[in-house]
C-alpha cells in the first residue's frame, strides 16, 4: 500500500525535478504530451500545453525526453 505523499518512483522524479522549466515529451498509456514541465510532485507532474495545465500521474508515464525545437 503507498503511503500518502511517498514516491513511488525516487529516480523518475529527481530526474522531472532537473527538467523543470523545460520543454518536454511525456508518453503515457493512452498518449503523448509535449509542452513545458512546470511542477513536479510525488504522485504528478504539470505540463504547460498552450497556457493550460495538463495534469500527468507519475505511474502513468511510460517514458520523458526533452523536447527538440
Do not use: C
Amino acid at each position: 500500500m503507498t503511503q500518502v505523499g511517498s514516491i513511488s518512483n525516487p529516480y523518475l522524479y529527481e530526474t522531472l525535478n532537473m527538467m523543470i522549466g523545460q520543454a518536454i515529451v511525456v508518453q503515457t498509456e493512452k498518449n503523448i504530451q509535449q509542452g513545458k514541465l512546470v511542477s513536479v510532485l510525488p504522485d504528478h507532474i504539470v505540463v504547460e500545453v498552450s497556457r493550460a495545465p495538463f495534469f500527468i500521474r507519475t505511474d502513468e508515464i511510460e517514458w520523458v525526453t526533452l523536447a527538440t525545437s
